[in-house]
């Protein structure tokens, strides 16, 4: 593989920045506040399911960060960017939405898999539209969880009124990319 034809990396961040700076001064906050409000055995109890929780979702972050890695290599790069890319318009709009509409999992699954797209080539505002599809109109959701706990008339008008959104997204994303 040439170097014009290996997979465009996404930017590398820091280890340490200012977003894991914040969530650390909020969670040793939050902490501080759930002893002294609530005591040692709630504190040590709620430490005790968050640990459950984080040996949980660990695995599943580490393979869809793996799969992510893997899809950036084999992802065809010239096809994402004619059919993803910044001149694909419209269709990859429509395309990057229908995506999203179909990809099930939650934001561990779906955010490398954006991010590997996006380093092959996909354009922001298709990257928009595919997550706000993806948050906004996702099936599985609207199949496991809105119609049967909302029912059936609720769950199409508010998919129905959600369409549009994704679209929206995109151009504003565009447009404040531009200012």
């Known amino acids: 593989m040439s170097d014009d034809e290996s997979p465009a990396s996404p930017p590398r961040r820091r280890l340490v920045d200012g977003s894991l700076l914040f969530m650390i001064a909020f969670a040793v906050t939050s902490a501080a506040a759930c002893y002294i409000v609530n005591g040692p055995r709630v504190f040590v109890q709620a430490l005790q399911d968050e640990l459950s929780l984080v040996l949980q979702i660990v695995p599943v972050i580490i393979g869809a960060v793996l799969l992510a890695a893997c899809l950036q290599v084999l992802l065809p790069i010239d096809a994402v960017k004619r059919q993803l890319g910044q001149d694909s318009g419209w269709r990859g709009l429509l395309l990057a939405t229908a995506l999203g509409l179909f990809v099930p999992g939650g934001p561990m699954a779906s955010f490398p898999l954006m991010l590997a797209v ?62």
Do not use: N
């Open 118 to 179: 996006m380093g092959a080539g996909a354009d922001v505002a298709a990257s928009v539209a595919f997550l706000t599809s993806w948050s906004v109109l996702g099936l599985q959701r609207v199949i496991v969880w809105e119609i049967p706990l909302m029912g059936g008339d609720f769950a199409l008008i508010r998919f129905l009124a959600s369409v549009p959104l994704p679209l929206i997204a995109a151009f504003s994303a565009v447009w404040l990319l531009r200012r």
